[in-house]
């Protein structure tokens, strides 16, 4: 059973800059096609930022230039470094397999304050 762990969200003002982070735990072979993505309150899930190969990263245009996802395989975790934050990235955080998701985790609350 794969379990996916969600951390280092806060609360932080307009422009500021947040790292999250998520450990895979479970029977994994790989990082790869793992993602990030977020809900705001009242909207749908929506993709983030997955690395879909080696050294080939999509993003949504609507964090494109702002956020960058990496991973450490070593130590199983994916990130999302945030930076130049706007009120409309409030959202719930989730990190997940794109296309053939694991059970999904708490995920970790971001908001950005005007």
């Known amino acids: 059973q794969i379990q996916l762990v969600e951390s280092g969200g806060d609360l932080v003002q307009a422009g500021g800059s947040l790292r999250l982070s998520c450990a895979v735990s479970?029977?994994?072979?790989?990082?790869?096609?793992m993602g990030w993505y977020r809900q705001a309150p009242g909207k749908q899930r929506e993709f983030v930022a997955a690395q879909v190969t080696a050294g080939l990263t999509n993003y949504a245009d609507s964090v494109k230039g702002r956020f960058t996802f990496s991973r450490d395989n070593a130590k199983n975790t994916v990130y999302l470094q945030m930076n130049n934050l706007k009120p409309e990235d409030t959202a719930v955080y989730y990190c997940?397999?794109?296309?053939?998701?694991?059970?999904w985790g708490q995920g970790t609350q971001v908001t950005v304050s005007s």
């Open positions: 997940n397999r794109v296309g053939n998701p694991f059970p």
């Open positions: 479970g029977r994994i072979v790989s990082l790869n096609s």
